[in-house]
T-cell receptor, first 115, second 109 residues
Framework: KAGVTQTPRYLIKTRGQQVTLSCSPISGHRSVSWYQQTPGQGLQFLFEYFSETQRNKGNFPGRFSGRQFSNSRSEMNVSTLELGDSALYLC??????????????FGPGTRLTVL | EDQVTQSPEALRLQEGESSSLNCSYTVSGLRGLFWYRQDPGKGPEFLFTLYSAGEEKEKERLKATLTKKESFLHITAPKPEDSATYLCAVPGGANNLFFGTGTRLTVIP
């Protein structure tokens, strides 16, 4: 069974630009969550999508947004990039039989560098 | 407020030297505790889920245990390939995970 895939793996952008990251979950998984990982803050939850609806959102500014498509694939977008947005962005998928009880399986991440 | 604290931050072991990593948590109504392994530049790899105090799970040289306040990840006779950052997490909401800061394990040959 194929794992979670994320594209692109690496991105370099400049301040003020916007970026879109893509995530394909494990086949059959309907929940997709996004996390930001930095050396200083560790892994922090961005948002979670289920059946094309955002169900939960972390404490990030509105510049961070996402969506989910009918095939469960998800994208996240960051507008007006800042230097502090440089991070590893991770996508995780789960079956979501019951909220909060499901193992999440992570993709390899997208390394975003903002210059 | 839910909190997850991992200790130590870093651990260096000789190959074959067993030890334990700690994850203490403060949550209102535990709905599971998850252990992950993360190699540099990669996404976390799922290891274990523990749901109730007293539960134990094993995988190769790793054994995870859970009490009402903390979880331990025991590493028996570690090998250099066990070097990684080990993360624990608890559900923080509908379907998100609240992670600790991790323990960076280095196993020296």
């Amino acid at each position: 069974k194929a794992g979670v895939t994320q594209t692109p793996r690496y991105l370099i952008k400049t301040r003020g630009q916007q970026v879109t990251l893509s995530c394909s979950p494990i086949s059959g998984h309907r929940s997709v969550s996004w996390y930001q990982q930095t050396p200083g803050q560790g892994l922090q939850f961005l948002f979670e999508y289920f059946s094309e609806t955002q169900r939960n959102k972390g404490n990030f500014p509105g510049r961070f947004s996402g969506r989910q498509f009918s095939n469960s694939r998800s994208e996240m977008n960051v507008s007006t990039l800042e230097l502090g947005d440089s991070a590893l962005y991770l996508c995780a998928s789960s079956l979501n039989f019951r909220q909060g009880y499901n193992e999440q399986f992570f993709g390899p991440g997208t390394r975003l560098t903002v210059l | 407020e839910d909190q997850v604290t991992q200790s130590p931050e870093a651990l260096r072991l000789q190959e074959g030297e067993s030890s334990s990593l700690n994850c203490s948590y403060t949550v209102s109504g535990l709905r599971g505790l998850f252990w992950y392994r993360q190699d540099p530049g990669k996404g976390p790899e799922f290891l274990f889920t523990l749901y109730s105090a007293g539960e134990e799970k094993e995988k190769e040289r790793l054994k995870a245990t859970l009490t009402k306040k903390e979880s331990f990840l025991h590493i028996t006779a570690p090998k250099p390939e066990d070097s990684a950052t080990y993360l624990c997490a608890v559900p923080g909401g509908a379907n998100n995970l609240f992670f600790g800061t991790g323990t960076r394990l280095t196993v020296i040959p």
